[in-house]
């Protein structure tokens, strides 16, 4: 029974069409017992009023019981007889009652309607004292004035065992069909990434659910501003620290340029190098906390060979202090619809990955290529590649690989993953090099026309990243 | 050259101020945005070097004072902010460039020198990146420490294209587009002959070659 109850209780919905439901039986069943009985009465009374009629009919005309007795009695149903009989007079029948015998009735009657057991059956029986003064009685089978009132109230309840069912079948339907903005609402809140905090539209909301859909929409407010604070907060916070790292990697710049021992200078470039880390850090933080707030809307595509010319111009200089071998694999461009902020700062915080964990006189390759719908860009190098089992966790902020000695923000896979979402891309993570399970290769699958978050690109895993040429030297 | 600095941050100020003494220049140093404006209206300079983020008046406000006065003096704005908006209202406000924080004083030098120059109103017609200059006048490069070499004309069109932006790379097509003109076939190779013939007329090492990506004169400053 609780289980019943809770059951009901989990859904507005089922509630409503059960109780509904009952109700309807309830109203139905006490309806329809009304009807039945005062249907049974009425056919019950109109016979009556038959019994009434024939012996008016034979105090009238003056008819001899006798007349009729036996006569014509043989047509129809012998149990639909009507029989009419002069009260004390004893003499036997010479046929049973069935047969269209007399009744052996009593020899004397009050005046009226009573019913009465004779020759094993009930009777219904009319006496009435006529103008010459005999009584006579009327006479007929209740069994079958049962019948034909039993039919006749059924036939009034008919439509009702007719239309119940009917209605049991449609109310769970109907039911359901008023809940189905309540089930697209659900369904709107679900679709949503965790920018999408716009509120949700109230206007064509029952009223009993628009309440609740107003708490949702101030809590999504709240939400939107709280997060708004912290973005703002992060940004705020890394664009106050630029103004004491500039002060501070100024002073060393002067300072360099005094005169100083070797020693001392070797301890100076330690420092600036950690200056430098320093406001690495902090540009990334900035450009972590751009990448969720704007979405910038693109006006037109951008090439991704001029995006990979611009990210080598800058980070050349990285490149060759490490005698990487650093270049662009084939000839084919492809132009993508994603803004070219987005897009620049996605590959070159690959290339940096690749080029700060590639070991000194290693390979990166870019390349660009075009498989179904889908648009694939892959940077590869010949550094020590990410463990299987972290690939989903070097997407997490700061996070970082046991053993790595490497300098980085953190933030780099967080950036790149974070815009890929937003523009509706996917990353994934393979070796470059299979066989020795080294190297890492990253692909960014960009769908040719801009479509919602989540729908899968094409391709599979291995397509994307050949083996790298041998060039380990 | 008299050069104006107004920072609020000791540090920085201090730092800066001694930079350019370093490089020759006679720098004063203000503290915020009413002194400045005393100073700019007591003193004729040369350039200013001006912080957005001040406090008391704000650096833009500071600006379009300057600029009210008719005075045209190159200016420079110093900002910790990233965004596009302050940027493009700093240069709207009358600003000749910025730098962005955190900057290294090379850095600030060259820009300093850039702002100057276009002030002086001559267009320093030959390119340079320090390794090699280009005389568009004559169509000559001369290496440092070298003699004048002439080029031809295609090969000036490739080598300008490059010299014009050192440091950024042209890809093959970009490089045709530069040489050839509209309706003109483009012969194959064309670039790489071109490439070939000026790195032997200078250097080999004066065009670089980035693997599939194009060609570039490298940024030496």
Redesign the interface.
């Known amino acids: 029974m609780d289980g019943f109850k809770n059951f009901l209780n989990e859904s507005l919905q089922r509630k409503l069409s059960v109780t509904l439901s009952l109700a309807i039986l309830g109203v139905a069943l006490v309806a329809g017992i009304f009807s039945f009985l005062s249907a049974f009465n009425e056919a019950y009374e109109l016979q009556d009023d038959v019994l009434r009629q024939v012996a008016a009919l034979m105090d009238r005309q003056h008819l001899a019981p006798d007349v009729l007795a036996g006569r014509g009695s043989r047509e129809g149903n012998e149990e639909s007889r009507v029989i009419v009989q002069r009260l004390g007079d004893a003499r036997q029948a010479p046929l049973g009652v069935d047969d269209g015998g007399r009744l052996p009735l009593p020899k004397s009657l009050p005046n009226g309607l009573q019913t009465l057991r004779a020759a094993g059956e009930t009777f219904r029986v009319l006496v009435r004292t006529t103008a010459t003064g005999e009584q006579i009685a009327v006479a007929q089978e209740t069994g079958f004035r049962n019948q034909i009132a039993r039919a006749s109230a059924l036939r009034t309840v008919t439509p009702f065992l007719v239309l119940v069912p009917i209605l049991l079948i449609i109310i769970p339907d109907l039911v359901r069909k008023m809940f189905r903005r309540v089930a697209l609402l659900a369904r709107e809140i679900d679709d949503r990434t965790e920018h999408g905090l716009h509120p949700l539209e109230e206007n064509h909301i029952p009223a009993e659910v628009r309440p609740f859909v107003a708490a949702i929409n101030r809590l999504l407010a709240r939400v939107a501003r709280s997060m708004d604070a912290q973005r703002r907060f992060v940004a705020d916070a890394a ?2 620290l ?10 060393a ?2 300072v360099s ?1 005094a005169e100083m021992s070797d020693a001392a200078r070797e301890r100076l470039g330690v420092l600036r190098t950690g200056i430098e880390r320093g ?1 690495h850090l ?1 540009n990334q933080l ?1 450009t972590f906390a751009r990448t969720q707030s704007v979405v910038e809307t693109p006006k037109s595509p951008v090439s991704v ?2 995006v ?3 990210v ?2 800058d980070l ?1 200089p990285l490149a060759a202090a490490k005698r990487i ?7 084919q461009d492809a132009s993508v619809w994603v803004s070219e902020m987005d897009l620049t700062t996605v590959i070159r915080n690959l290339v940096d990955n690749a080029i700060r964990y590639t070991p000194d006189g290693g390979r990166v390759d ?1 390349a660009v290529s075009t498989i179904g719908d889908t648009i694939v860009l892959t940077v590869k190098d010949t550094g020590p590649g990410i463990p299987e089992a972290e690939y989903d966790r070097v997407f997490d902020p700061f996070y970082r690989s046991l053993g790595g000695d490497r300098v980085g923000s953190g933030l780099g896979l967080s950036i790149v993953k974070a815009i890929s979402d937003r523009i509706g891309a996917e990353v994934r993570l393979a070796p470059s090099i299979a066989d020795a399970q080294s190297g890492l290769c990253v692909s960014v699958l960009i769908p040719m026309r801009r479509v919602l978050p989540g729908m899968e690109g094409a391709g599979s895993d291995s397509v994307h990243c050949q083996q790298a040429p041998g060039t380990r030297s | 050259m008299r050069v104006l600095i107004v920072e609020d941050d000791p540090m920085i100020g201090e730092a800066v101020q001694v930079a350019l003494k370093n490089a020759s220049y006679a720098a004063d140093w203000v503290k915020d945005g009413p002194t400045a404006l005393d100073a700019v209206n007591s003193q004729n300079y040369d350039l200013i070097l001006l912080d957005l983020g001040l406090p008391g008046k704000d650096g833009l406000d500071v600006l379009t004072r300057i600029r009210a006065k008719g005075n045209s003096v190159s200016l420079l704005i110093i900002t910790a902010r990233d965004g596009l908006d302050d940027r493009v209202r700093g240069l709207d406000g009358g600003a000749d460039d910025y730098v962005l924080k955190p900057f290294e004083i090379a850095e600030l030098l060259a820009r300093m020198r850039a702002v100057l120059r276009r002030k002086s109103g001559k267009a320093l017609p030959v390119l340079s990146n320090g390794m090699v200059s280009l005389d568009p006048a004559t169509r000559q490069a001369t290496m440092n420490h070298g003699s004048p070499v002439q080029l031809s004309n295609r090969e000036f069109a490739l080598f300008q294209a490059l010299m014009v932006r050192p440091g950024a790379i042209l890809s093959r097509s970009e490089l045709e587009d530069r040489v050839y003109g509209w309706g003109e076939e483009v012969e194959s190779n064309a670039v790489e002959f071109l490439i070939h013939s000026l790195r032997r007329k200078l250097s080999g090492d004066v065009i670089r070659n980035v693997r599939g990506a194009g060609w570039m004169v490298s940024k030496t400053s």
């Open positions: 664009h106050e630029r103004t004491p790292l500039t002060a501070l990697s100024l002073q710049e002067l340029e406001r902090l900035l060979q001029a990979y010319r611009r080598l111009e050349l071998d650093i270049g662009v694999e084939g000839q870019l």
